[in-house]
């Protein structure tokens, strides 16, 4: 099976900085596009930033130029590094990869898994 474990949220004031990674664990062969949703309270899910295995990325026009996304595709790993935090930028931050092919126990291609969250809450 596969997981993703997200890390690094927490409380920072605005204009403060705060880095998220997500590490998939696994069995992994490849994974396609790795990137990060995020949900604020009363809003739907909405992707932030997502990265291909070949290096390009997609990032919402609401954090262009404030946040980064980056991977390590050798440790089946991505990053979200959030500079300039604004208190409209607190959310579940939601770690998301697609066409994730293990090879054990058996081969198999999961199209999307999802981890577990992680709250980043910035104050004003």
């Known amino acids: 099976q596969v997981q993703l474990v997200e890390s690094g949220g927490g409380l920072v004031q605005a204009g403060g900085s705060l880095r998220v990674s997500c590490a998939a664990s696994?069995?992994?062969?490849?994974?396609?596009?790795m990137g990060w949703y995020r949900q604020a309270p009363g809003k739907q899910r909405e992707l932030v930033a997502n990265i291909t295995n070949g290096g390009s990325t997609n990032v919402a026009d609401s954090v262009k130029g404030r946040f980064t996304i980056s991977r390590d595709n050798a440790k089946n790993a991505v990053y979200l590094q959030m500079n300039n935090l604004k208190p409209e930028d607190t959310a579940v931050y939601y770690c998301?990869?697609?066409?994730?092919?293990?090879?054990?126990?058996?081969?198999?291609?999961?199209?999307?898994?999802w981890g577990q969250g992680t709250l980043v809450s910035v104050s004003s």
């Open positions: 998301n990869a697609d066409w994730v092919l293990i090879g054990s126990p058996t081969a198999h291609l999961f199209p999307e898994v």
């Open positions: 696994g069995s992994i062969l490849s994974i396609n596009t």
